[in-house]
């Protein structure tokens, strides 16, 4: 095996078990303070909160040494993890195909609604569902991929969200749709739907000329995610037969449609979850 050919099994390996069990493996050279035998140590430094799988404190004497020292702070992607994902992205750009569950979540009608209110009282509104929905996220340890124009988009995978990412997800969409309103008497204070699709994707590193790096989610998985969004309508869980079946998920109360996705040359058999109804786990 060539050089390059050990150095990109090396980086897709690092990549599958960060994703998977979330810590790169021990055969690849990582920092010293990575290791997870220092986590006890770091997990009674003070202060909380802290990443919640290496336990680095983000406030406190214990924060400013790991933030002065080492660089760890919280991650862009889910503060209540801290920053070693990005920088990994950075320092091992590739990537990995990997088993996980998409989100969207998306304001339906923003189009009206711009139309209705001045630009920053607009901006203003899409700030908050930005905030309410991300902490939902941020809550069930779902990594959030990108927040653009009206929706927010987010994944669940094995060594963040455990082996139950799908089920995770669909709970996650539901208090989504809670926390923007919906079932308020009053009606919720923003229109939202949401898509969710289990499958494989590829995660991994994306970089501008300039340098600047992200890790994005690539492929069917993604855009079948996205494809049920578009059909949701105010208050839905769109989810895919996929999703519900990795889930765990009884089909009692939930709509059955085959809808046929723009883009896809097959149907797409899917359930409608409101937010009204209780998830049933299948017998």
């Given at each position: 095996m060539s050089k390059l050919e050990k150095k990109a099994f090396s980086t897709e390996e690092y990549w599958r078990a960060y994703m998977?069990?979330?810590?790169?493996?021990?055969?690849?050279?990582?920092?010293?303070?990575?290791?997870?035998?220092?986590?006890?140590?770091?997990?009674?430094?003070?202060?909380?909160?802290?990443?919640?799988?290496?336990?680095?404190?983000?406030?406190?004497?214990?924060?400013?040494?790991?933030?002065?020292?080492?660089?760890?702070?919280?991650?862009?992607?889910?503060?209540?993890?801290?920053?070693?994902?990005?920088?990994?992205?950075?320092?091992?750009?590739?990537?990995?195909?990997i088993e996980l569950t998409m989100l969207f979540a998306d304001v339906r009608g923003s189009t009206r609604i711009a139309e209705r209110m001045k630009p920053a009282e607009f901006s203003q509104l899409i700030n908050r569902f930005y905030r309410t929905t991300t902490t939902e996220l941020f809550?069930?340890?779902?990594?959030?991929?990108?927040?653009?124009?009206?929706?927010?988009?987010a994944f669940f995978t094995t060594g963040f969200s455990g082996a139950d990412h799908a089920r995770v997800a669909v709970e996650a969409g539901r208090s989504i749709l809670r926390a923007t309103g919906h079932g308020d008497p009053a009606g919720p204070w923003i229109p939202v739907g949401v898509g969710i699709h289990t499958g494989v994707a590829y995660v991994g590193t994306v970089s501008t000329e300039g340098g600047k790096t992200d890790i994005a989610v690539l492929g069917d998985t993604a855009n079948t995610a996205a494809r049920l969004t578009s059909?949701?309508?105010?208050?839905?869980?769109?989810?895919?037969?996929?999703?519900?079946?990795?889930?765990?998920?009884?089909?009692?109360?939930?709509?059955?449609?085959?809808?046929?996705?723009?883009?896809?040359?097959?149907?797409?058999?899917?359930?409608?979850?409101?937010?009204?109804?209780?998830?049933?786990?299948?017998?």
């Open positions: 998977n069990e979330g810590s790169p493996p021990d055969t690849i050279h990582k920092p010293w303070y990575t290791t997870k035998r220092l986590r006890p140590i770091f997990r009674i430094l003070p202060s909380d909160p802290r990443c919640k799988f290496c336990y680095y404190p983000f406030e406190g004497m214990g924060g400013r040494l790991v933030r002065n020292l080492l660089g760890i702070e919280p991650s862009r992607m889910n503060p209540h993890l801290c920053n070693l994902c990005e920088r990994f992205a950075a320092e091992h750009p590739g990537g990995a195909e809550k069930a340890s779902g990594l959030v991929e990108k927040l653009i124009g009206d929706e927010v988009t059909v949701a309508g105010v208050g839905e869980v769109v989810l895919s037969e996929v999703t519900r079946a990795a889930a765990g998920l009884g089909a009692g109360g939930m709509e059955a449609r085959q809808l046929q996705l723009k883009g896809r040359t097959e149907p797409v058999d899917a359930w409608i979850l409101r937010y009204t109804q209780e998830i049933v786990t299948a017998l």
